[in-house]
Each structure stands twice: as structure tokens, then as C-alpha cells.
């Protein structure tokens, strides 16, 4: 079996920095984790939330500590350091090779989506950010890793684009539709959904967004690790 | 332009922990880091070496720290942990978008390449690993970032493959070679080295061997940044 990570993320429309997060760590135990986090507002504000919130959780979850019990570190940090005014949601999605299971934690409102075949399920449950008060649970969702699993988990931006002119993205609907006419490859599904709300907003985000896809192939290729990132430099003296 | 880095990573034969780690994490006043260590002997002693090294140097440049300043402490801390008697490489190349420039920094014996169009630099002067003595300094290299340019970084057990049969890889000419034959993107350029690599060692690597390429091109594309990480799960249950 092989496991995929995507992850596709843009700002808000004329803002020089996305107010989300997201970083992979591996874990000591075997696996990876990887960490996405949404600060409130945008701009250079929101940018240093969502990294201090990442920061805590990676360097928890380097050290061992369960997801769940970094998620409430995270947020009780956040509540000290801020008393209660600024929020921040985060998702963990960790691939834990010890037992062999994946394991998501989630403190925000926005859903997120578990994919077997025809099956699309929407954990959506209600979940609150981190930082809000003083005991913030996260939920967490474990199963079993099998070939053909997909998970869909993003920022709010995604699901507020299109409200502007008043047609909402329906991510369900679009994860299906995308599901349904071709079997995309992780990346290629996380570019379709980002894309899709980001021509709902008329090429101009109303917010910032982050799609991130895991999936796990069935596989018979080398065993070699690999990872690309990629990001466009417009605003650079050399671009 | 658009900033690509790819990574191209495999285990020691027979081991189901490599000794490397490399993670990437955003500058807080923007841009991007690599960072890569290969921890002292193979296996779970050297994978908690490194990542130690990675973790501390991560947290640093989080903060905002220097580069430079960044692996001293990490050498101190491993010096002081260890009494000398741990060593491990250390790379790290960072996109500085305040500066407009890249900035390599090296504790690793290994050398590292960096290609403009043609012109193929080796840039192999001494440098020792962390750990050694006190007083441990990186060796710094930093310059304006240009399309086309391209900085090949690896672990020693890149340049040790084929010594056990007498025929060790010879890094500058692979690179030339594949260089020459194709415009390869930076997947395809780390991947091609590590298989030619993992050949030499007759498909059983005697060494965790790890490649990091960093490509700058013109771009006239999108504006979404992407990531992608792809992990064989050989070891696992359910493969």
C-alpha cells in the first residue's frame, strides 16, 4: 500500500499571507502527522496564530503525546497567551504505522470528508476552535487504513466561497462529482475543489483556503519517500 | 518564478528506520527551510539523533532565528546531550523571500551542487558534522535566486553507494549526465540520482541515503501552493 498526501492553498485575495498553516511531521512511533490550522481573520495576525498553534501540536506530537492531548495543549496555550479573544481551528491527520490505523482529530466547525468507493461520509459533528475557553475537546474519528480510503479535510474558506454571490460551495456535491467522472489522484482532486471554490469567488478568494487529501493507493512501485512542494513566487523582486 | 523542492528518500537495506530526517517549515518573515540531518550508525538509535537535530533547529528558525545561529545551537545542545560522542549532518537551505535570496547552510562533510544552465559548481569545502566540539560552524552560502537555477543537497549515503563492489557514484557526473539528456523537473532529477544510486549498492542500499533538490523556474502559472508526500507502507498490516 502506498499513502498519499495533497495539499493545495491560496490566500485571500490581495493579502501577501495565508492566515492557515499546514506542516507534516513524522512521528517517533512510525507514521506521520500532518497538522493544518486556520487562525482567525487574516493577514500577518492570523499568520502568527496558525504557526504558533502548529508549532505546539508538531513539537508535542514529536515527543509522543497522543494528538488528542496536544489538540488541548494547543488550545489551552492559546487561551493563556490570548484570554479567550482570538481563536484558531485545527485539523490533525496522522497516518500511526503502531497500530496500523489513521487517526483525525478535529477542533473546527468546517466538516471533513471519508471516502470508501461510492461511499462519501460527512463527519460533521459539532467541533469548536481552539482557544475559546478553557476546556476545548477535540473529536476524533480512528479506523483501520485500507487501499481506496480518501480523506477530505480543509479550511472554512473553502466552504464560505461562492457565499459573496450567493451560491455557496457544496463540497460534498463537488467531491462527488469530481469521484464520480474520473479517479483523480490526491493532488489532482485537492486542485479541483480549491479551484472550484476560487472560481465561485470570481479568481478573487474571500478568504484564504487550504485543501488537504490523504489517500491510500494499493501499490506496487519502489520504496522510495518522496515529497514536492511548490509554490509560485509572484511577489518576488526576481519574478 | 516558481520555487519547487523535491525529495527522494530510502532506508538502509533491511532497516525499517532511516537514520535521515528532513522537514520543511515556513519562515516567519516568509519564504521557506529545508532541513536535513543524518543521524550517527543507522536504525532507531541514529532516527532519534536526527530528528532531535531537525526538531531543534525547526523551532529555532520558527522563531526567527538565523540560519547560521540555528545549527550552532543545535550542535551545542547535541554536544552537550551527547558529550561529543554523537555526530550528525546537518543541512539547511532556506528560500529567504525578505532578502530575495537562498541561503545554504552546511555541517555535513558531503558536498553539495548547485547548476546554472551548463555550469555545474561542486561546493565542497571541509565542513564537519554537529556534535564534534564546541565550537562546531556552519558553513554558509547564500545568493540571489534566478530562474533556472538548481541546488542538488544529499546525504552521504548517496556518495558512498558502489563502494562496496569498488565502483562509488561519482555525484557531479550523474548530475551532468542527467542534466544533459533531459530538462528533468526536480522529482525527476532527485529520483534519478537515488535509483542510480540504489543500483550501484545492486538494489540493497548499504546506507540511508536521502536527495534534495531545490529548482527555481519561470512560471506563469496559478497562485496555489502544493505539496505532495508519498510514503510506501511495506512494513504495515495491511499491505
Redesign the interface.
Known sequence: ???????????KYAT??SGD??????R?N?G?SVVLADGQTSGRGAK?IS?LVV?KVI?LL?EGVRDGAAARAASDALFTDKQGKVICTLNIAS?D?HS?TIVLTRNNPAPLFICRGEQIDRIDSESIPLGTSRDVRPLITEF????GLTVVIYTDGLTHSGERRGQPMNVGEAIRSILEDQDPG??AL??SL?AHAVSLDDNRPADDISVLVLK?NS?T???????????????????
Do not use: C, H, W
Open positions: 500500500m502506498e499513502f498519499q498526501i495533497a495539499v493545495a492553498k491560496v490566500n501577501s499571507e498553516t499546514i506542516e507534516v511531521v513524522e517517533p512510525g506521520l502568527a504557526q508549532r513539537g514529536a497516518l504505522l496500523g483501520q487504513i485500507e487501499a490526491p493532488q485537492a486542485d480549491l491510500f501499490y512501485g519502489d520504496n522510495v519517500r518522496r515529497m514536492t512542494v511548490r509554490l509560485p513566487l509572484e511577489g518576488t523582486k526576481n519574478s
